[in-house]
C-alpha cells in the first residue's frame, strides 16, 4: 500500500514563495509518475504539475508554467513543488498523487493521493 504525506503549505502574500514535499511510503514508489493536484471549495480537482519516474518528463498546467517547479528526490521517496510569484488565486488544498500510468495531467491516471496541504495566498 502507497501512502502519501505533504507538507509545506502555508499562509503567505501574493508574490511570495512556497515549497510543498510530499513524502511517498510503501512499494515501488519510486518507479510512479507524481503529481500534484490543487482544489478549491466547490470546484473540482484541478492540475498542477507532474514529474515522469526518473525526472526527465516534468508537465505543467498553463496556470503556473514558469512560476512553478516540479521535482524529486527518488533516494528519499519524496516529490517537491516550488511555488514562485504566488497569486490570490493559487489558494487551494494542493494534493500530491501517484500513479503508474502516463496520462499525468488527468486525475484518473493517478492510483494514490495525499490528504493535502493548504496554501492561502493573500493579496
Known amino acids: 500500500q502507497v501512502e502519501l504525506v505533504e507538507s509545506g503549505g502555508g499562509l503567505v502574500q501574493a508574490g511570495d514563495s512556497l515549497r510543498l514535499s510530499c513524502i511517498a511510503s510503501g512499494p515501488f514508489v519510486t518507479r510512479y509518475t507524481m503529481g500534484w493536484f490543487r482544489q478549491a471549495p466547490g470546484t473540482e480537482r484541478e492540475f498542477v504539475a507532474a514529474i515522469s519516474w526518473d525526472g526527465v518528463n516534468t508537465f505543467y498546467a498553463d496556470s503556473v508554467k514558469g512560476r512553478f517547479t516540479i521535482s524529486r528526490d527518488n533516494a528519499k521517496n519524496t516529490v517537491y513543488l516550488q511555488m514562485n510569484s504566488l497569486k490570490p488565486e493559487d489558494t487551494d488544498v494542493f494534493y500530491c498523487?501517484?500513479?503508474?500510468?502516463?496520462?499525468?495531467?488527468?486525475?484518473?491516471?493517478?492510483?494514490?493521493w495525499g490528504q493535502g496541504t493548504q496554501v492561502t495566498v493573500s493579496s
Open positions: 498523487a501517484a500513479g503508474g500510468g502516463w496520462a499525468p495531467r488527468l486525475a484518473n491516471n493517478y492510483e494514490y
